[in-house]
């Protein structure tokens, strides 16, 4: 399985569509094999989605995203794991180690998207 992180420095980007930057990373039973780094312009979803099927890319861990950027990801085939924050290297060891992100998810984050709540008063 081969995942993508929409990454800033060593962190998620926080916000998808100002991503310039992807870490490809391989997974082969839970151990992450290298990493390479790809330029992309992620306000171009099409783009984006093109660049992932040429990578074979299943999965996208990314920051805050807009809806349509999601659905269209989504239509395209692509496990979303949007909202999400932190260090890339934490993210990723979580995610390899079967962890739930939720931890890892951006303030103000309502569940939206996977987590199905959207309920977010009272927080």
Do not use: Y
Request: some cysteine.
């Amino acid at each position: 399985m081969k995942v993508a992180v929409t990454v800033w420095g060593k962190r998620i980007s926080p916000v998808f569509d100002a991503a310039s930057t992807l870490l490809i990373v391989e997974v082969d039973n839970g151990v992450q094999r290298g990493g390479t780094f790809l330029k992309c312009i992620c306000e171009n979803t099409a783009g984006v989605i093109r660049t992932l099927r040429a990578a074979d890319i299943e999965v996208l861990i990314t920051g805050a995203i807009c809806r349509e950027a999601a659905d269209s990801l989504e239509a395209a085939g692509v496990r979303l794991i949007p909202f999400v924050a932190g260090r890339v290297d934490h993210v990723l060891a979580d995610f390899l180690e079967g962890k739930s992100l939720t931890g890892c998810r951006m303030p103000g984050w309502c569940g939206g998207r996977n987590g199905r709540s959207r309920k977010c008063r009272g927080r």
